[in-house]
């Protein structure tokens, strides 16, 4: 079976989405838009348009929300630290059809957020394959798509990479699916960075 995916947004994780909003604010010199909440995770986000039919995701728990009696998305529940890139996420026409080709990418998941709506494939104890190094796998039901809601920021993915003793089988087990030249895998210890254009010029985030 083949299966198509599409690189949709990347995912910068924070302990509060203060501090996420502060560190990527300074780090690509634009300011983030207001998203909102996730209920079925306690979650919650700010955005950022970028060019391409792409966006950046700032997320953390929602310290107003009930904790839910499983775990959370993006593997929230173990994060401490600084601000960081810890996800990327693909878009698929047929969820079911991405989730038989890669089961490790958890099971399909119904949501919403205001008027959007949407399936993402989520591991049952949170945490994605390769350390996180996979991507979340979504399955968008409303229109338009987040990306195409928000105000433009100036800004653009000039690479996403992918970092990850074993990045080589990643990379074959991705190229089934994915063929984006902006996306490159790089062997060491696991974690993502992401170069930007920005009306300032290349900005890093890690």
Known sequence: MTVFLELDHVAVAA????????????????????GGQHAHFGT????????????????????????PEY??????????????LTNWICRTDDLAGAVDVYP????????????????MAVPADGILPYDNCFPALIQWHSTPRPAARLEPSGCALRELVLHHPQAAALMVELHKGLDDPRVRYETGPFG?????DTPHGERILE
Do not use: C, K
């Open 44 to 67: 919650h986000n700010m955005l950022l348009g970028l060019e391409g039919g792409l966006y950046l995701e700032v997320i953390a728990v929602d310290p107003t929300a009930a904790a």
């Open 71 to 84: 775990p959370r998305w993006f593997d929230l529940d173990r994060f401490t630290g600084v601000p960081r």
């Open 104 to 119: 490790e990418a958890g099971r399909p998941v119904a949501l919403t957020r205001g008027d959007l709506r949407w399936q």
């Open 15 to 34: 302990n509060t989405l203060q501090e996420g909003q502060a560190a990527v604010e300074e780090a690509l010199g634009v300011a983030l838009q207001v």
């Open 192 to 196: 993502l960075s992401a170069a930007f």
